[in-house]
């Protein structure tokens, strides 16, 4: 597919052992590798609650492994922005 403009994670991906959550980094990045191919710009969106402070924390850890910065984004209007 050589055209994605966005992918939505209605969950951030995890790896859970024995109850824990840690990040899936090679599925984050194969996710929303998906956006900005072969040089287009792409937007990728990943859903968590206000009150899920676990996802929020695995989002976390996956920006410090890719050295990136994942902005928080509170209403449609900020997404729009950016799409």
């Known amino acids: 597919m050589p055209e994605v403009d966005m992918v939505i994670n209605y969950d951030v991906p995890f790896i859970s052992n024995y109850g824990f959550k840690n990040p899936d980094y090679a599925n984050f990045m194969h996710r929303v590798g998906r ?36 902005k928080p984004l509170r209403n449609l209007d900020e997404i729009a922005k950016f799409f």
């Open 35 to 70: 956006t900005g191919r072969f040089g287009k710009d792409g937007l990728s969106l990943s859903l968590t609650s206000k009150t899920d402070v676990v996802y929020d924390h695995i989002l976390d850890q996956i920006e410090g492994y890719y050295k990136i910065k994942i």
